[in-house]
């Protein structure tokens, strides 16, 4: 359930980053700044619905790439971005601790009061497993200015009892288990 666990976690800061990674810096959506709520549905999985709210900025979303896109080249052996009229599409192929997934994403929203990310994913777990299907749809909706006690890049998870800073994100890298030579 850690790998499980370490695995979503640093999942979500690629979808966080997503539409970061989709063109050339001058023309990336950028999300409004303030108060994200993001919805978390998977299905495929035993991991529940999860809720959780993102303070951002420009600076943010500009660094959550710059972060990502180093991390996204060294795991992921395709990495296929086409805008559409009503967004994006992604295709990928990534290996993290052993484990092969290729994803495709549609994003769709405005990156100012609302966006949807939906990933359909294929796992290959090894010989001990069998291969894995899951769909993961991220409903982001905008809320307002940041809480008082918010800074850019916090994420704070359901029921505020766990508060993490995407700028602290590289730190989650130890958590995964080492990937297979």
Known sequence: MTRELA???LGLCLLLAMPANVVRADDLPIRKAGLWEMKMIRTG???PELAMQHCTDETVDKEMHNMVSPMANQI????DVQKTATGYITDSVCSVGGISVSSHSEITGDFNSAYTVTTTSHSDLGAKSAPHD????MEAKWLGA???DQKPGDIIM???GFKLNVKDASKLRGLLPAAKQ
């Open 45 to 47: 999985s035993p991991m």
């Open 134 to 137: 899951t769909v993961i749809r």
């Open 158 to 160: 359901p029921g505020g």
């Open 76 to 79: 992921c052996s395709k990495q």
């Open 146 to 148: 940041c809480k008082p």
């Open 7 to 9: 695995a979503w976690v």
